[in-house]
């Protein structure tokens, strides 16, 4: 019977995954202020303490996992990228959804945009797949 890897393991490699190189990942990801960075800052700081509920663990490997995808391209096909028109309309740029998951209850979904640099994406929402698509309940952060 194989042994689960160790949490340390996995977050070093998604962190290593997500820092960018002379030749890294063609898209920096930033994230969207307040809720978005201090929700990664607080997973971050609960994984070194060694404080990370089940839940919160799968959370960061879910999220880092789609993380580092969307900085390598963001319409990869796990991710199932796509434009949400009624949020471009209501916030005057183009807003994109992507899964984190597929085929689970309230199944977590991404929500973000490029810029506010050129080759970045600013995560601006996570959230749960809205209901009956009523994408207007959807409550986007600040870019950086």
Avoid: C
Wanted: hydrophobic fraction near 30%; proline fraction near 8%; charge should be positive.
């Amino acid at each position: 019977m194989r042994k689960r890897p160790r949490l340390e393991k996995r977050r070093s490699t998604v962190a290593d995954k997500l820092k960018t190189s002379a030749s890294g990942p063609p898209f920096t990801i930033r994230m969207g202020l307040p809720h978005m960075d201090e929700l990664w800052s607080d997973l971050n700081s609960k994984l070194s303490t060694g404080r990370l509920t089940k839940n919160e663990e799968r959370l960061y490997r879910k999220w880092g996992k789609a993380l580092q995808l969307l900085s390598l391209n963001p319409f990869y096909p796990g991710l199932s990228s796509h434009e949400i028109s009624s949020l471009t309309q209501k916030y005057g740029k183009k807003i994109f959804e992507s899964y984190l998951e597929n085929r689970t209850p309230g199944a977590a979904r991404m929500f973000w945009t490029y810029g506010p640099e050129r080759a970045e994406i600013t995560i601006l929402a996570l959230e749960p797949h809205p209901e009956n698509n009523e994408y207007g309940k959807v409550k986007l952060d600040a870019e950086p």
